[in-house]
Structure formats: C-alpha cells, structure tokens
C-alpha cells in the first residue's frame, strides 16, 4: 500500500489484506489537465468547486482476524441454501446461491448447533 506521507497507514495493511476497502480521492487544481475541469479554466484560475460524496455502499460483515479469515474446510457441507443472503454467506461474499450450502463443523453434525448457511468456499 502506497501511504503518500500517511504513516499510520501501515497498521491497516493487514484489514485491508482481509478484504477492508474504503478510498476517496481529490485532485489538487495545480498543473492538472483541461479534462478534468471540464474547460472551466487555465493554468493560472483557481477555482473552488463543491465536492460531494454520494450513493455510498457500505456492507457490513463478520470480523476475521488478521491473518486468518473463514475457512471453509472446518465444515462439512450439504444441500445448496435457497438464497445467497442465507446465514454466514452474506458475510463471507459467497460469489452465488450455487456455492452457499448448509454447513457444520466437521466435530457437529448437520443439525448441530453449527449448522448454517455457508459459502463452500474461501472468497
């Protein structure tokens, strides 16, 4: 990760390692190019545009410690879940319903306190 003189950034290589993912970016007006102030002036104008953020998405999931994350041969894996919004896959970012199956751990059986929806494998 490039940190552009954030030290404190390194302590989030790992979360962002395991999937963590927030990024904003601006644009000084100094030296840029006419594309990206759409012709509004030259070299030399100092504009000062509104800048807003919109229609921002945030998912929320499980927390997996670092170095770690979900693993998906702990469990032993059934019948495919109706959705992929079922139980754990939400969280897990199960890539479709094909690969979200009722789960347990391999010491449970499948109606076991264990026993979930879960993506079959490690996304």
Not at 82 to 93: F, Y
Request: glycine letters at 12%; a negative charge; one cysteine or more.
């Amino acid at each position: 990760m490039q940190t552009q003189g954030c030290g404190y950034l390194h302590e989030l290589d790992n979360d962002i390692a395991d999937g963590m993912v927030f990024v904003v970016s601006n644009w000084g007006l100094g030296g840029i190019q006419d594309w990206l102030t759409k012709d509004r002036c030259n070299w030399t104008c100092n504009v000062s545009p509104n800048e807003s953020i919109k229609n921002i998405s945030i998912k929320v999931g499980t927390v997996h410690p670092s170095g770690g994350g979900y693993d998906p041969t702990a469990y032993n894996f059934g019948n495919a879940c109706a959705h992929v919004t079922d139980g754990q896959c939400p969280s897990e970012n199960c890539p479709s319903v094909d690969h979200c199956k009722w789960s347990w751990l391999k010491n449970d059986w499948s109606g076991g306190p264990s026993a979930d929806c879960r993506c079959d494998i490690a996304v």
